[in-house]
């Protein structure tokens, strides 16, 4: 293995992380919106208050998984520039490792927000009438 191998990686990590903070930042929006509107004490919003927690945790450590991932491919390429094979060998796969997590926590945090969005499309269909599947 050769430094370019974890070099790969950086440009993949770094949109990762550009998406993770994008999620964070509309989350944040959101929240907010919430918090200002008038009907903050509504059943739709307090059924979506445990789905956002879990959401701002789980983008948490989604983005801290992912500058672990990050900072570890880095110390591999730098043990790799400083000819310690191995190291940057086990640096690399703890990397690897630590990306495929934050992965499944953005998997996660995707399935709770659809399950918020759920909440609204129901409480549109009680309130409209329209048809219940």
């Given amino acids: 293995m050769d430094i370019t191998t974890p070099a790969l990686l950086f440009p993949a990590i770094s949109l ?3 998406a993770y903070t994008n999620r964070f930042l509309t989350l944040a929006q959101v929240i907010r919106q919430l918090h200002a509107a008038p ?11 445990p789905g956002l927690k879990r959401r701002i945790h789980l983008i948490q450590y989604m983005q801290s998984f992912g500058v672990l991932s990050f900072l570890l491919c880095a110390l591999a390429m730098l043990a790799l520039f400083m000819h310690g094979e191995m190291a940057g060998k086990v ?3 703890v990397s690897i490792v630590a990306l495929a997590v934050s992965l499944v926590l953005s998997l996660l945090e995707v399935l709770i927000s659809t399950n918020a969005l759920w909440v609204v499309v129901e409480d549109m269909q ?4 329209g048809p219940q599947d």
């Fill in 39 to 49: 009907a903050q004490d509504s059943a739709v919003v307090m059924r979506q208050i």
């Fill in 126 to 129: 009680r309130r409209g009438g």
């Fill in 91 to 93: 640096l690399f796969g």
């Fill in 16 to 18: 990762l992380l550009l």
